[in-house]
């Protein structure tokens, strides 16, 4: 089965992946921009604060890719949302821990500050909390197509446990309650 015929189309998960991708990536493609409106040089590190992040033009190009990336993925939905949700956020994360050892060294290109490392953890972890939705837990109900996926045996031997289950209460029926066993 290919991962695209997981989830149905019009599913309800479906709209949880494509506004949590639409507004992330909103949020992003917004901050890129503000961070090109003030001419900022593209690898300085003493660049102006947008929303108290520091930024220079490469990071706001980022920004506007991951923005992009993510309003694509919301536009189409489903299963490639819920994925690229999941590993834009891993990125994130990824990129808070980077760039936490980063900070105040040369290598710093993207002028991260404190407040970008804690942004880009927060931001990281609400993506892959949009992504992960109804994706990835141990409670699942049965009727989730991602537990289905999992548990293709499963719906099988159900429905020979109900099978079994119902000549069992049609026989007790037939009996006489002197014959009946108590292990019933």
């Not at 900022?40 to 990336?69: E, H, P, W, Y």
């Not at 837990?137 to 429905?159: C, K, T, V």
Request: hydrophobic share 45%; glycine share 12%.
């Amino acid at each position: 089965m290919r991962l695209r015929d997981e989830l149905p189309v019009d599913h309800r998960l479906n709209r949880v992946y494509r506004v949590g991708a639409a507004l992330c990536g909103l949020l992003l493609l917004v901050f890129g921009c503000l961070g090109f409106t003030d001419s900022l040089s593209s690898f300085g590190t003493q660049g102006q604060r947008i929303a108290g992040l520091a930024t220079n033009d490469l990071l706001s190009a980022v920004s506007v890719a991951f923005g992009l990336l993510l309003i694509t993925a919301a536009a189409v939905g489903g299963n490639l949302a819920s994925t690229v949700n999941i590993l834009v956020g891993i990125l994130f994360v990824a990129s808070g821990f980077v760039h936490l050892l980063l900070i105040g060294h040369d290598g710093n290109i993207l002028d991260f500050g404190m407040s970008n490392v804690v942004f880009s953890f927060l931001m990281g972890l609400l993506i892959m909390t949009f992504g992960m939705y109804g994706r990835v837990s141990g409670g699942l109900p049965h009727d989730n197509p991602y537990w289905r996926r999992r548990h293709l045996e499963q719906p099988a031997l159900e429905a020979a446990s109900s099978r079994t289950h119902a000549g069992t209460a049609a026989t007790d029926t037939d009996r006489t309650p002197e014959c009946r066993d108590d292990h019933s």
